[in-house]
């Protein structure tokens, strides 16, 4: 059997980032799946099993392989099905979209999640913060239809699903703009475009959904 061929399972959640970014991959590149929910924070026996060190959503299940941790399930969907590039060739920029998941991963979420929940240090202080991260994104997306410049890629993915598709939503049950038109009008334009693609639009969670879930799970933190 081809590499590229069998079956694809993913285990993931609706409201997961980490999810939404897989089936952005999948669908991008045209791979039928199977979509496996799982109702967290109840773990099914299956997870458990399929990722026992992490025990977290998304694992892909291709054939006999199964991988968790999205990144490393993106560059594997992208080393498999050659079709619609996800991560750059060049070896620099390669490494750049790796170093920009990462920042956004690691910074991006926390400040415009655990920053403004909790806002230890307060409300201003706290979209500030977060905003001084967000001017690093909006200086790398400038003059660029994409993060991977003139197509969606493997930047455009992993901040999509965190930033318009999930904190976004968090902001506005909380009635706050973190990234205003006026002050970051190149992240605005890079939403609009992402919004505009059909494959990723099929990943959007129902807003209302969505904010509903963020405001519960903002909630949680709180208290945690
Ligand atoms: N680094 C992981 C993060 C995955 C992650 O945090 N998944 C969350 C859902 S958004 C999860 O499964 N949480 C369950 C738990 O923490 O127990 C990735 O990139 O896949």
Not at 61 to 88: A, G
Not at 97 to 126: M, N, Y
Not at 193 to 201: A, F, G, T, V
């Amino acid at each position: 059997m081809a590499e590229n061929e069998g079956k694809v399972k993913l285990l993931g959640c609706r409201a997961s980032p980490f999810s939404r970014r897989v089936e952005m991959a999948l669908k991008l590149k045209g791979i039928p799946y199977e979509y496996l929910e799982e109702g967290l924070p109840n773990k099914s026996p299956l997870l458990l099993e399929l990722n026992p060190i992490h025990k977290k959503v998304p694992v892909l299940v291709h054939n006999d392989k199964i991988l968790p941790e999205s990144h490393l399930i993106l560059e594997y969907i992208d080393q498999t099905w050659s079709n619609n590039p996800i991560l750059p060739q060049d070896p620099y920029e390669k490494a750049m979209a790796r170093f920009w998941a990462k920042f956004i991963d690691e910074q991006i979420l926390t400040v415009g999640f655990r920053s403004l929940v909790r806002a230890e240090k307060g409300r201003e202080a706290a979209i500030e913060e977060a905003r001084e991260k967000f001017a690093f994104l909006e200086k790398e997306v400038t003059r660029k239809n994409f993060f991977g410049g003139k197509t969606i890629g493997f930047v455009d993915m992993v901040a999509g699903s965190i930033i318009p598709f999930c904190l976004a939503r968090l902001w506005e049950g909380m009635r706050i703009d973190v990234i205003p038109e006026d002050e970051f009008p190149e992240l605005n334009r890079w939403i609009k475009n992402l919004k505009d693609i059909e494959s990723m639009r099929e990943c959007i969670p129902h807003r209302e959904k969505q904010i509903e879930h963020m405001m519960k799970v903002s909630e949680r933190y709180k208290l945690t």
